[in-house]
């Protein structure tokens, strides 16, 4: 059967663990024909304190649209403006990003929840899998790069999907549990889902 998720909740909270600490509070807002997805998140990592903000709006099937993120650090403020065509193509800051052709999804190292914007689009059935490559962004700086990803849909347990993510770049693969709004709520080593 393909993923079927009922509608999000309009707030969610994780606590980033393992690789920082932290915290991250969203909330989720649908509109005519789009969701807007405002979070803050708040973070110590390797000693270093940053706060990221960001306001991601997507399509109803959960395609990005586009992105606005702030970043807050002892090096500095940043701010990053990403726009996606809808079919691959992105502009960041105003300039074609030729290196992200391909690209559906964006994905914030400072989130846990754009985790759920790949799980959404992709509709997968239970054993299949797809890759999901995305603009990167990471935090504090808000450099933007391009990451491979890999999502496959493991077997449920009535109430949570399982998925197993895999970002060679960064050597990591996990199972993501998924509550039943398709929102992580077990990030292994990264965050836990806590509202």
Same mark, same amino acid.
């Given at each position: 059967?393909? +993923?079927?998720?009922?509608?999000?909740?309009? +707030?969610?909270?994780?606590? $980033? %663990?393992?690789?920082?600490?932290?915290?991250?509070?969203? &909330?989720?807002?649908?509109?005519?024909?789009?969701?807007?997805?405002?979070? $803050?998140?708040?973070?110590?990592?390797?000693?270093?304190?940053?706060?990221?903000?960001?306001?991601?709006?997507?399509?109803?099937?959960? &395609?990005?649209?586009?992105?606005?993120?702030?970043?807050?650090?002892? +090096?500095?403020?940043? /701010? &990053? +403006?990403? /726009?996606?065509?809808?079919?691959? =193509?992105?502009?960041?800051?105003?300039?074609?990003?030729? /290196?992200?052709? =391909?690209?559906?999804?964006?994905?914030?190292?400072?989130?846990?929840?754009?985790?759920?914007? #790949?799980? $959404?689009?992709? =509709?997968?059935?239970?054993?299949?899998?797809?890759?999901?490559?995305?603009?990167?962004?990471?935090?504090?700086? &808000?450099?933007?790069?391009?990451? /491979?990803?890999?999502?496959?849909?493991?077997?449920?347990? =009535?109430? %949570?999907? %399982?998925?197993?993510?895999?970002? #060679?770049?960064?050597?990591?693969?996990?199972?993501?549990?998924?509550?039943?709004?398709?929102?992580?709520?077990?990030?292994?080593?990264?965050?836990?889902?806590?509202?």
């Amino acid at each position: 059967m393909a +993923t079927i998720f009922s509608d999000p909740p309009r +707030t969610a909270a994780w606590r $980033h %663990r393992d690789a920082r600490v932290g915290f991250e509070v969203v &909330l989720l807002r649908l509109s005519d024909d789009d969701y807007c997805v405002e979070g $803050h998140t708040v973070a110590v990592e390797d000693g270093k304190a940053w706060a990221v903000d960001y306001v991601i709006r997507l399509s109803e099937s959960w &395609l990005t649209r586009s992105a606005w993120v702030k970043g807050h650090s002892a +090096t500095g403020r940043r /701010e &990053l +403006t990403l /726009e996606a065509n809808g079919s691959g =193509g992105w502009i960041v800051d105003g300039s074609p990003v030729p /290196e992200l052709d =391909g690209c559906l999804d964006v994905d914030l190292e400072s989130s846990a929840l754009t985790n759920a914007l #790949p799980v $959404h689009r992709l =509709g997968l059935e239970v054993g299949e899998g797809a890759n999901a490559p995305a603009a990167y962004v990471r935090a504090p700086d &808000l450099t933007v790069e391009r990451l /491979e990803q890999r999502y496959v849909r493991g077997p449920d347990d =009535g109430r %949570r999907q %399982r998925y197993h993510y895999a970002a #060679p770049a960064f050597e990591f693969d996990a199972d993501l549990l998924y509550d039943q709004a398709g929102l992580v709520i077990d990030y292994p080593g990264l965050a836990i889902r806590i509202a």
